[in-house]
């Protein structure tokens, strides 16, 4: 018994001893994050994420082209498909863009390098609301919309019209917030912070001997660091983030931050940033590697947080004023549409699957869509949604 | 006794855990016969690939001088027969491009698709070419021959009137002779480089950048990448740009040979790995063999069985598409998509986890395009 004990104790402490190796708080005090996420080398900045930025200003062109009539299926397609050189935005350095929206659509290394399958149907899914919109909404634009037929519906007391389908949902929403997902929150939490990303090829090695990438001042490794970053904060000021800089993932991180029941989600977000790039810096990526886990938890959450809050702001409204509920939801939709490209931390899945979300989707859609769900159907799905989160539906729907 | 076995197992089971955690398995120093290994894929596969391939280019050329003296039905249909066997043979060489076919940049010259009509019209009307030089390097090769054999004309009738009775009849004949010599040429010229390169590439067996496993595998995992999933499924199938395209399939102009050649390209990635000799049912060392050798396991499955058992499943999913890809893609592109993820389920497998437990660095990078 004694020896079995003293075995135990042994092992016991080579445990301990293995695991404090990766253990980051030990690891932490070693690595001086900088005050502001900014980085040099010989006196010049090493961050760079421009092809973010850009790509974030293109969505916000392409989600205005929804509320363009004059605009064609072809023109707006063209917007998400941006080929360089062609004018597809109003902004030229756009258009002298060899980036493409569509192509980072579903196309994270984690999820969907093994996966187009999935991916071309998420494509094809964004597809479809450009077609809706030009092809059912556009010709109904000055005719009210009643169950099963698409048009213009204004919120109550003189509000904004909204421009629906014939179910009630409002495509340049669920494009738009469907796009935080499949575009920000996919490239960030399953491309740019993914191991399989980071430490492809050399990358790790050359890090470790600060061998740059190119021409460029950066090692390969810290440039898809700040690809991440670039896809929250490309639009935002990187030193000092104000957030609501654009309408997608920056602008719901800080609606998010400013519920109480989430205050401080935001600095949380823009350290776990700062510290992994540090961490790059100084080459310990178990650090790396933890934040990138902060990373993908809190901006699950966002999305999370999000889908919930619209269903019941949707439900409040359910039979009163159909346009402002509309409104909610088709936000609400994009947003549980987004909760496909979550990840949770430490594994290589979403919390919602595809089918998953599939069915919410149909589900709200079924029938008539909006104009005939019930508050039942929105209490149900915000609780299965908040129960695999760290938060309730009454503190997201506040 | 046994407690204490049992005691001293776990101990060692948990450092193994931690060191492992912190480095990649490496094995610079692993006793595996390498030069068996060497030797088995040079005698027995890539050799007798290049020998038969040769054998069917000499073919392909006889068939090729009986259509240029006789250009009718029946002498098209032999040669394009001959083509067409040719062609799948390839399908074991494109892969392999180390010594002279890297030198010459043979498979630039021998499988560029799709063919450049435009490059092969202006070198009809021109008849002044170098069918070696960069530039034509789509307007030859088999791609080049599926066009002068199929694509001329919608019709066979018509196809033969380039040959016949067209006023530049003379022109085809010449070009579609000339690009036929000049496969077999290159591929005389590679094939014969093995005689003494053989063993140059076998006793260069050092883990080094430079080293023939290093290359050769390099070599391997591109090729599966690239001319394999890439080429013949994901760009027809539209994975890389925003729409499908189906006139980017292998053998475009035959058109329902694609599938048939796709098989032969995975059963010989198959061999290749497993270390199967090209002629006759033999095996030897190989990449699966020097996996299992370094005991390399993922998930509590032998690296070497889940890759093999990917390969299948992928070839279960090449089986079940038309075999006129042109046909499936405007059908029901989701099975060419999902061919390509099965197919993409290995290249994980080959690149991240067999190239670590072999030690190898990745000689290529892919460009993500930011």
């Known amino acids: 018994m004694k020896k079995v004990a003293l075995s135990l104790f042994v092992i016991g402490s080579l445990v301990t001893s293995c695991s404090s190796d990766d253990d980051n708080t030990t690891s932490e005090t070693q690595i001086a994050a900088p005050a502001t996420y900014q980085f040099e080398r010989n006196g010049t900045s090493t961050v760079s994420y421009g092809g973010q930025t850009t790509r974030i200003l293109m969505a916000g062109e392409l989600v205005s082209g929804f509320s363009d009539t004059s605009k064609s299926e072809t023109d707006i397609s063209a917007m998400f498909a941006h080929v360089e050189g062609n004018n597809d935005f109003s902004d030229v350095d756009l258009n002298a863009s060899n980036k493409s929206v569509r192509s980072k659509t579903a196309a994270s290394t984690d999820y969907y390098s093994a996966n187009t399958t999935a991916a071309a149907a998420i494509k094809a899914d964004f597809d479809a609301f450009i077609t809706d919109q030009v092809n059912n909404v556009f010709p109904n634009w000055s005719i009210d919309a009643t169950a099963g037929n698409a048009g213009q519906i204004q919120q109550a007391g003189g509000g904004s019209i909204r421009y629906v389908n014939a179910k009630g949902l409002e495509n340049n929403q669920a494009f738009a917030k469907g796009l935080i997902g499949a575009l920000m929150a996919d490239q960030i939490l399953n491309n740019y912070l993914s191991v399989a990303v980071l430490d492809a090829g050399d990358n790790r090695a050359n890090n470790d001997a600060d061998v740059l990438d190119g021409s460029n001042n950066y090692t390969t490794m810290e440039h898809k660091w700040d690809e991440a970053f670039g896809y929250l904060y490309g639009t935002d000021d990187a030193l000092a983030p104000q957030l609501g800089a654009d309408n997608f993932l920056n602008k719901y991180l800080a609606r998010v931050e400013s519920d109480e029941d989430f205050t401080g989600i935001a600095q949380d977000v823009y350290n776990a940033f700062q510290l992994g790039r540090a961490a790059i810096v100084a080459k310990n990526y178990t650090v790396r590697d933890t934040q990138a886990d902060i990373i993908r938890e809190k901006i699950s959450e966002v999305i999370a947080i999000r889908a919930v809050y619209y269903l019941q702001a949707g439900k409040v409204d359910l039979g009163t004023d159909y346009a402002s509920a509309f409104h909610s939801l088709s936000e609400g939709f994009g947003f549980i549409y987004s909760l496909q490209f979550t990840r949770q931390p430490g594994t290589d899945s979403p919390y919602f699957s595809k089918s998953e979300v599939d069915a919410f989707t149909t589900e709200l859609m079924e029938g008539n869509g909006f104009w005939d769900v019930t508050s039942e159907t929105l209490d149900n799905m915000s609780e299965s949604i908040a129960a695999r989160f760290n938060f309730t539906v009454a503190q997201a729907g506040s | 006794m046994f407690k204490k076995a049992l005691f001293l197992m776990a101990i060692i089971s948990v450092v193994a855990a931690c060191s492992s955690s912190d480095e990649g398995s490496g094995n610079n120093n692993d006793d595996f016969d390498r030069t068996a290994l060497l030797t088995n894929l040079s005698n027995n596969i890539i050799v007798p690939v290049y020998q038969d391939l040769n054998t069917k280019l000499a073919d392909l050329v006889t068939q090729k001088n009986v259509f240029i003296a006789e250009p009718n039905q029946v002498n098209l249909e032999a040669f394009r027969t001959s083509w067409y066997n040719a062609y799948k043979v390839w399908q074991s060489a494109e892969m392999i491009n180390i010594g002279r076919a890297a030198e010459i940049n043979y498979v630039f010259q021998m499988n560029i698709y799709p063919t450049n009509v435009s490059d092969i019209q202006n070198n009809i009307q021109s008849q002044n070419y170098d069918l070696a030089h960069v530039n034509n390097n789509d307007a030859v090769g088999f ?54 390169y053989a063993q140059t590439f076998i006793n260069n067996s050092n883990n080094t950048a430079t080293g023939s496993i290093n290359k050769l595998v390099n070599d391997f995992i591109y090729y599966y990448e690239k001319g394999l999933r890439a080429n013949k499924i994901g760009i027809p199938a539209g994975n890389f740009s925003a729409t499908p395209l189906p006139d980017r399939v292998e053998a475009h102009y035959r058109s329902d040979v694609s599938k048939a050649l796709t098989t032969e390209a995975v059963t010989a990635v198959k061999d290749f790995f497993n270390g199967n000799s090209y002629n006759g049912s033999a095996s030897g060392e190989s990449l699966a063999s020097y996996l299992d050798y370094l005991n390399t396991i993922k998930n509590g499955e032998d690296l070497s069985t889940l890759i093999n058992n990917q390969f299948d499943t ?37 690149k991240v986890d067999m190239l670590q437990a072999l030690n190898i660095s990745v000689d290529y990078v892919d460009a993500d395009g930011d």
Do not use: C, H, R
């Open chain 2, 143 to 196: 791609p080049a021959l599926d066009y002068m054999l199929y694509g001329l004309a919608e019709n066979d009738a018509d196809l033969l009137g380039f040959y016949t009775t067209n006023s530049e009849a003379p022109k085809y004949l010449a070009y579609t002779s000339d690009l036929t010599d000049q496969m077999n040429a290159l591929t005389q010229d590679v094939t014969s480089s093995w005689s003494s």
């Open chain 2, 314 to 350: 992928a070839q279960s999913k090449i089986d079940i598409l038309d075999s006129n890809y042109i046909l499936q893609i405007n059908t029901d592109n989701t099975k060419m998509t999902e061919a390509y993820d099965a197919l993409q389920m290995a290249v994980v497998l080959l």
